[in-house]
């Protein structure tokens, strides 16, 4: 069964420094989106993403934030200069043009800025 | 602003009884309803969607949705142990530029064998 993949799994990174991560949304999807959850509270959405631009973005996605989609597969999220209350849960989820727009989340990646 | 209210719980039934869990939206512009299964550490599973007023079930779940009083609503029939986690709903919202995706904090579920 087709699945959403992020890497990596784990990021620790200094306050201050740039990460990237990683997502390969289902093949066939053909909307992206980046949410963050941090601990104990609830998921929040960042940024949607379709033909190649951004279609909307949360009062969250500041300009330390960028997506890209560098290449047939992949779907990035960059943080310029990370700070301390970035750390939380990233996850990457993609959709079809449905009806619904159901959305497929991807396993996450546990961002810990220190 | 956009809500999604859940009674955060927590929210306790005895194994093979009927879990009740309600979710409200304020956009009335809302399009789609999701339910979202997460388990501790794990990311969101979708269980269901639902876009028309009226009943859709699938298996042991069976998802509600009135427009009219802004109200989606999740049915778990047999409730099992494995069923014990935080359920997410989350709304659709259409524009012109896109599409955006609301969560509520989400409800605990826990169910006693």
């Known amino acids: 069964e087709p699945e959403v993949t992020q890497t990596p799994s784990h990021q620790v990174t200094q306050m201050g420094q740039e990460v990237i991560l990683r997502c390969v949304p289902i093949?066939?999807?053909?909307?992206f989106y980046w949410y963050r959850q941090i601990l104990g509270q609830k998921v929040e959405f960042l940024v949607s993403?379709?033909?190649?631009?951004?279609?909307?973005k949360s009062e969250i996605f500041d300009d330390q934030f960028s997506v890209e989609r560098p290449d047939g597969s992949n779907f990035t999220l960059k943080i310029r200069s990370t700070k301390l209350e970035d750390s939380a849960m990233y996850f990457c989820a993609s959709s079809e043009r449905t009806v619904s727009y159901e959305q497929y989340f991807g396993p996450g990646t546990r961002l810990t800025v220190t | 602003q956009k809500e999604v209210e859940q009674n955060s719980g927590p929210l306790s039934v005895p194994e093979g009884a009927i879990a009740s869990l309600n979710c409200t939206y304020s956009d009335r512009g809302s399009q789609s309803f999701f339910w979202y299964r997460q388990y501790s550490g794990k990311s969101p599973e979708l269980i269901m969607s639902?876009?028309?007023?009226g009943d859709k079930e699938d298996g042991r779940f069976t998802a509600q949705l009135n427009k009219a009083s802004q109200y989606v609503s999740l049915l778990i029939r047999d409730s099992q142990p494995s069923d014990s986690a935080t359920y997410l709903c989350a709304v659709l919202v259409l524009s012109n530029t896109g599409n955006q995706f609301y969560f509520g904090t989400g409800t605990s579920l826990t169910v006693i064998p």
């Open positions: 993403f379709y033909n190649n631009e951004i279609s909307e």
């Open positions: 639902i876009y028309s007023n």
């Open positions: 093949s066939n999807h053909l909307y």
